[in-house]
């Protein structure tokens, strides 16, 4: 199964641009979580992008222009906590048509008007969305933001963020992962990427994948910011969302076995797998 899905991955030609491999918009961060937004934005380039944009709170820009050395920037209005306001919506929106997939949620945070800017968004933006972290968060566990879309999303949620979108305990959903995947992608009509031990991407036709690659030391923070620019990327490399979640999990799992043979599972960092996505396409045979 996964080699069908990862057979979609468009071949890369001699006589191609950056503008052939999908521009990717990235909304994250927040005052004290950069990193989320540097490991969403370095996956989505990891993983083939062209070109990847990175919407972060004004006050962040210029410490993200130094750590960002081959993402581009755009400063959006923030609040006085520097997380993004309700008044980043136009530019935000705006950016997002020129773009073929945006990526939003990774260190985000809890704001209120963040969480209102969130769900805006998601009804506002005709792109293909990923959404993980503080952005699945930030629907309270109202899936109507999902459901109403028109264009495509995937949602990526670890099993306490799935425990809020539901109203179920974590117990329940760690019992129930393949279900609860495919209930909430059934019932969206989204695709559903459950983190975890063997993670499970479910379709909203009812197809489940479980993943087996990946390790304990991946058990660490920032993998799932990176798995979600990994998506995104597929995605604005024209891979169909299902296909394009698949892919990323595996090969994301794949670089994580990778570092841990390099590492050893009790040193591995994010950054570890990052380094280590280039080894994993090679291992995959692209």
Known sequence: MVREHIGKIPV??????????????????????????????????????????????ESLNR????????????????TGGSALSLKAK???????????????????????????????????????VVLDADGINALEGNLEPVKKRKDR?????????????????????????????????EVTGAVVCLKGHRTVVADPDGTVYVNETGNSGMATGGTGDILTGMIASLIGQGVDDFSAAVSAVYLHGLAGDIAAEKKGTFSMIASDILECIPDAFDRAGL
């Open 90 to 128: 136009d530019a935000a929106v705006d950016f997002a048509r020129k773009c073929d997939v945006v990526a939003i949620g990774p260190g985000l945070g809890k704001a209120t008007q963040t969480r209102m800017l969130v769900r805006q968004l998601l009804e506002g933006i005709e792109q293909p």
């Open 153 to 185: 999303t995937v949602i990526t949620p670890h099993p306490g963020e799935m425990a809020r979108l539901t109203g179920k305990d974590v117990d329940h959903v760690q019992a129930n992962r393949t279900e609860t995947a495919r209930s909430v992608a």
């Open 12 to 57: 890369r030609r001699e006589d191609s641009h950056k503008g052939d491999y999908g521009r990717v918009f990235v909304v994250a961060g927040s005052r004290g979580m950069t990193g989320a937004a540097y490991l969403v934005s370095q996956g989505a380039l990891r993983c083939g992008s062209g070109l990847v944009t990175c919407g972060i709170p």
């Open 63 to 78: 410490v993200m222009e130094v750590k960002l050395t081959e993402v581009m920037t755009l400063p959006l209005d923030e």
